[in-house]
């Protein structure tokens, strides 16, 4: 028996087959790398408005008497998913997890939120087609991202584009669309069959978001203010969010009719900078050739 042993362990080390073992040596357990505060503010910021939009549903469900506050409920996610790019950017924070998530909170409380609010308002008064308007609105809100999403990563897209969107965006989109509900809110009385004027605006709102129409975002106005107009554009800011505040329906009515009507100015703008950079000369081969990476 010992020589079978011998021979069956005959060529093998001593070494491979117990290995010295010392206390320390044990393996660790494996951790999730941690993650900055900086990178997750701004999330945090972007589930406050994904709760927003939730809670506006809620309150719409409740009845007519909080529809005012479904209303404050969409506007506060607004601004929220306002602050949450420029906070990322501000300290450095952004992420693909970000913007992702963002997209998902901007579906939830720019599509699915005013869909659900305009239908339990007045789109129910014409039963199934008033659904289908729902439906519709809530789906073009996510076609709408879904593009914005694959467009932001095409790295030939022109510099100067960053200052339009294609289409109406979807925050932007939720806001014009309650358009009827403002109306209601400052005492306009509903005529009879209202409810399919309503259903036409929504469904123009839901065209203009998924449409190839370009509007101007303005992401770099205001980057550099003037010294000397500092203190205006303050006062002009103050009561601005005052107005808001106080008169905020007839605020979000003015608001509303005023960018809808902007819009061809914003296209022009569009068209001309579109002209202007087709006739730009081409770069010199010098320089492109410089650009090319060497093999």
């Not at 997890?97 to 720019?110: I, N, P, R, W």
């Not at 005013?114 to 729902?134: E, M, N, R």
């Not at 409810?195 to 770099?220: D, H, N, R, W």
Request: aromatic share 10%; proline share 8%.
């Amino acid at each position: 028996m010992a020589r079978l042993c011998s021979a069956a362990f005959q060529g093998y080390p001593m070494t491979d087959l117990f290995p010295p073992f010392q206390p320390g040596d044990e393996p660790r357990r494996r951790r999730f790398k941690p993650v900055p505060i900086r990178v997750l503010l701004p999330n945090l910021v972007t589930l406050l408005s994904l709760c927003a939009g939730l809670t506006a549903m809620r309150l719409a469900i409740e009845g007519d008497d909080k529809l005012d506050k479904a209303v404050y409920a969409i506007l506060i996610a607004a601004v929220l998913d306002g602050l949450d790019g420029r906070l990322a950017r501000l300290l450095k924070g952004t992420s693909r997890f970000g913007a992702e998530l963002d997209s998902l909170a901007d579906f939830v409380s720019f599509g699915v939120a005013p869909a659900f609010i305009l239908y339990t308002y007045g789109l129910k008064d014409i039963a199934s087609f008033g659904w289908v308007v729902a439906l519709l609105f809530a789906m073009a809100c996510a076609l709408r991202l879904a593009r914005f999403n694959v467009m932001i990563d095409d790295p030939n897209r022109p510099e100067w584009k960053k200052n339009f969107f294609v289409g109406i965006p979807a925050p932007a989109g939720a806001l014009a669309a309650l358009l009827p509900v403002y109306l209601h809110l400052l005492g306009l009385a509903r005529p009879p069959g209202f409810a399919f004027v309503e259903a036409c605006y929504a469904l123009f709102v839901a065209l203009m978001m998924v449409s190839q129409i370009p509007t101007y975002a303005g992401k770099t106005l205001g980057a550099r203010v003037p010294r000397e107009w500092v203190v205006p554009m303050l006062l002009v800011l103050a009561l601005f969010i005052f107005m808001i505040v106080v008169h905020t329906f007839i605020m979000l009515t003015v608001l509303t009719i005023v960018y809808l009507a902007l819009i061809p100015l914003g296209v022009s703008r569009y068209r001309a900078r579109e002209r202007a950079d087709r006739h730009l000369p081409p770069p010199a081969p010098a320089e492109s050739a410089a650009a090319e990476p060497s093999l």
